[in-house]
């Protein structure tokens, strides 16, 4: 089952607007993370957040979690028609190893 | 650097055939390994994974299998394609408690 769902499922904006996407969740988990997947391709990770973490930056990604609503945002501010694709969030609620659970994903298309 | 291979790209095959996908790492040792389904415009099911040589773990009952027979090769089997088993597969490899690396992936149709 998934225990991150993604919200929204797509998402279409113009080159330079801000863009946002949040991620549910269901049980504690260790650490949330993002993940890029361009078109027919592999994943990209982004960007991870610990669960003592409230935000996280990157370039231009913004994380924030907030573990007791069980649930997480990220943010791409002045987006770029190259930041088109598919954002998945992960959560690992594992103690030993590292087992990802993945949303179903948020389609985002940028327009020049 | 490490690197991570995933072959054949895409692959049609017909029902009831045999699959073997497979998947290196270089560059790294003792990493762990996944494999992933993902069906069209959905997100990523974990199918295995394995934390060493010969130790897998399904996280799925299915039609696969998947066997570890060197540290860094992760093969992806099935004796006998159903139709669903169409899909993009996705090999990843990771330290102990780090992201995922993840490769190309393998389309897959059975047709």
Same mark, same amino acid.
């Given at each position: 089952?998934?225990? *991150?769902?993604?919200?929204?499922?797509?998402?279409?904006?113009?080159?330079?607007?801000? &863009?946002?996407? =949040?991620?549910?969740?269901?049980?504690?988990?260790? =650490? !949330?993370?993002?993940?890029?997947? =361009?078109? *027919?391709?592999? !994943?990209?990770?982004?960007?991870?957040?610990?669960?003592?973490?409230?935000?996280?930056?990157? *370039?231009? !990604?913004?994380?924030?979690?907030?573990?007791?609503?069980?649930?997480?945002?990220?943010?791409?501010?002045?987006?770029? &028609?190259?930041?088109?694709?598919?954002?998945?969030?992960?959560?690992?609620?594992?103690?030993?190893?590292?087992?990802?659970?993945? *949303?179903?994903?948020?389609?985002?298309?940028?327009?020049? | 650097?490490?690197?991570?291979?995933?072959?054949?790209?895409?692959?049609?095959?017909?029902?009831?055939?045999?699959?073997?996908?497979?998947?290196?790492?270089?560059?790294?040792?003792?990493?762990?390994?996944?494999?992933?389904?993902?069906?069209?415009?959905?997100?990523?099911?974990?199918?295995?994974?394995?934390?060493?040589?010969?130790?897998?773990?399904?996280?799925?009952?299915?039609?696969?299998?998947?066997?570890?027979?060197?540290?860094?090769?992760?093969? $992806?089997?099935?004796?006998?394609?159903?139709?669903?088993?169409?899909?993009?597969? $996705?090999?990843?490899?990771?330290?102990?408690?780090?992201? $995922?690396?993840?490769?190309?992936?393998?389309?897959?149709?059975?047709?």
């Amino acid at each position: 089952s998934q225990q *991150g769902e993604e919200d929204p499922q797509a998402l279409s904006i113009q080159e330079g607007e801000n &863009a946002t996407m =949040n991620c549910s969740y269901k049980t504690s988990i260790n =650490n !949330l993370q993002w993940y890029r997947q =361009n078109s *027919g391709r592999g !994943l990209v990770h982004l960007i991870l957040i610990r669960s003592n973490e409230r935000e996280k930056h990157s *370039g231009r !990604l913004r994380v924030t979690l907030d573990t007791s609503k069980k649930s997480s945002s990220l943010l791409i501010t002045a987006s770029r &028609a190259a930041d088109t694709a598919s954002y998945f969030c992960a959560t690992d609620a594992t103690t030993a190893g590292n087992k990802l659970t993945f *949303g179903g994903g948020t389609r985002v298309l940028v327009k020049p | 650097s490490q690197t991570i291979h995933q072959w054949p790209a895409t692959l049609v095959q017909p029902v009831g055939s045999p699959l073997s996908l497979e998947c290196t790492v270089e560059g790294t040792s003792n990493p762990n390994l996944y494999w992933y389904r993902q069906a069209a415009g959905r997100g990523l099911q974990l199918l295995f994974y394995s934390v060493g040589i010969g130790q897998i773990s399904s996280e799925v009952p299915q039609n696969l299998s998947a066997s570890r027979p060197q540290d860094r090769q992760f093969i $992806l089997s099935s004796k006998k394609l159903l139709l669903s088993d169409s899909g993009f597969y $996705l090999c990843a490899w990771s330290p102990i408690k780090s992201p $995922l690396h993840f490769g190309n992936g393998t389309r897959l149709t059975v047709t």
